[in-house]
C-alpha cells in the first residue's frame, strides 16, 4: 500500500469514534438536533402545497434530502472527506427518524407545540394502515443509519482516483471527439 492508499483511510480513524457516539447517543448531537428541527419544520412549509400526507412527509423528506444534496456536491467535486462528513450527518437524520417513526402508536415524544400538535408518523402511518408495524419501520431507518455508518468508514474502498488529463491531453482528446 502506497502514502496516497494509506492516506485515503486516515479520515476513518477520526469517523470511527463519531460514529461509536452517534450510536451510543441515538442520534442525539446538540446544536446539530436544533438544525436537523429547524429542516425538518422547514420541509413541512416546503412540501405543504402537495396536501396534508406529503406536507407531513416532509419534515423527514427534508432531513433526507439537505444532507444528501451535500453528499452529492462533494462527492461529485472528488472532496470525498466533505462528502464522508454529510454522510454522518445523513445517518444522524436516519436515527432520529428512526426514533419518531418507532414512537408512532406509543406517541411519548415530545413535540414542539405541545398536544396542539399532531404526530407525523402517527398520521403517516395511520393513513396507510400500517401503524402497528411502526417499531419495524423505525428499525429499518435504524438499519439504514447503520449501513450508512458502515459506507461512511470503508468508503476508501470505493473511491478510484482517476488521472487528471493534461492541457495537452484534452485538446487531443477534444479533436479526436469532433
Not at 450527518?89 to 414542539?112: C, F, H, M, P, T
Not at 478510484?160 to 488529463?165: A, G, I, S, T, V
Request: charged share 20%.
Amino acid at each position: 500500500m502506497n502514502n496516497k492508499q494509506i492516506r485515503k483511510w486516515i479520515p476513518s480513524l477520526f469517523f470511527i469514534p463519531a460514529v461509536i457516539y452517534l450510536i451510543y447517543n441515538r442520534g442525539r448531537v446538540f446544536l446539530l438536533d436544533e438544525l436537523n428541527l429547524l429542516i425538518h419544520e422547514g420541509g413541512h412549509g416546503v412540501f405543504a402545497i402537495f396536501g396534508k400526507f406529503v406536507y407531513t412527509l416532509g419534515g423527514t423528506l427534508m432531513q433526507i434530502i439537505i444532507p444528501s444534496l451535500f453528499i452529492f456536491y462533494y462527492y461529485k467535486e472528488k472532496k470525498y472527506t466533505a462528502a464522508r462528513i454529510f454522510l454522518l450527518w445523513l445517518g444522524q437524520n436516519l436515527i432520529n427518524i428512526s426514533v419518531y417513526a418507532a414512537d408512532a402508536s406509543e406517541k411519548k415524544l415530545r413535540l414542539i407545540g405541545g398536544n396542539n400538535v399532531y404526530h407525523d408518523w402517527n398520521y403517516m402511518l395511520g393513513r396507510l394502515n400500517l401503524l402497528e408495524h411502526d417499531k419495524t419501520i423505525g428499525t429499518l431507518f435504524y438499519v439504514l443509519a447503520m449501513l450508512v455508518f458502515v459506507y461512511v468508514l470503508v468508503m476508501p474502498l470505493f473511491i478510484r482516483e482517476y488521472k487528471r488529463l493534461s492541457p495537452e491531453e484534452e485538446d487531443s482528446l477534444e479533436k479526436i471527439i469532433r
